[in-house]
Nanobody, 118 residues
Framework: VQLQASGGGLVQAGGSLRLSCAASGSIFNAKPMGWYRQAPGKQRELVALIADGGSTNYADSVKGRFTISRDNAKNTVYLQMNSLKPEDTAFYYC?????????????WGQGTQVTVSS
């Protein structure tokens, strides 16, 4: 299983970015897919999760500004980020569950940098 994240970059405060994470291999779509982020000197934190049925969960800090979605046919999860703030600056990582033989494992993408300037 491999996850390839893209869409990061440099944007001014108030701007928007759309992250994509394409998964390949034996993805287990019945489990949630998600986005996490890690800023320098801080722990990795949950940004958003989306279940197979479409139910979502967001960190309080991004509610109303970020939207997570997924396309199971493409094994891809997206994160639309609007009204970006400098405190959103971080490496953003996607994750998904996949099968390693008969065992379910959680896989992570390589991360994509998001930098928001004030």
């Amino acid at each position: 299983v491999q996850l390839q994240a893209s869409g990061g970059g440099l944007v001014q405060a108030g701007g928007s970015l759309r992250l994509s994470c394409a998964a390949s291999g034996s993805i287990f779509n019945a489990k949630p897919m998600g986005w996490y982020r890690q800023a320098p000197g801080k722990q990795r934190e949950l940004v958003a999760l989306i279940a197979d049925g479409g139910s979502t969960n967001y960190a309080d800090s991004v509610k109303g500004r970020f939207t997570i979605s997924r396309d199971n046919a493409k094994n891809t999860v997206y994160l639309q980020m609007n009204s970006l703030k400098p405190e959103d600056t971080a490496f953003y990582y996607c994750n998904a569950w996949g099968l390693n033989g008969a065992r379910l494992e959680l896989y992570w993408g390589q991360g994509t940098q998001v930098t928001v300037s004030s």
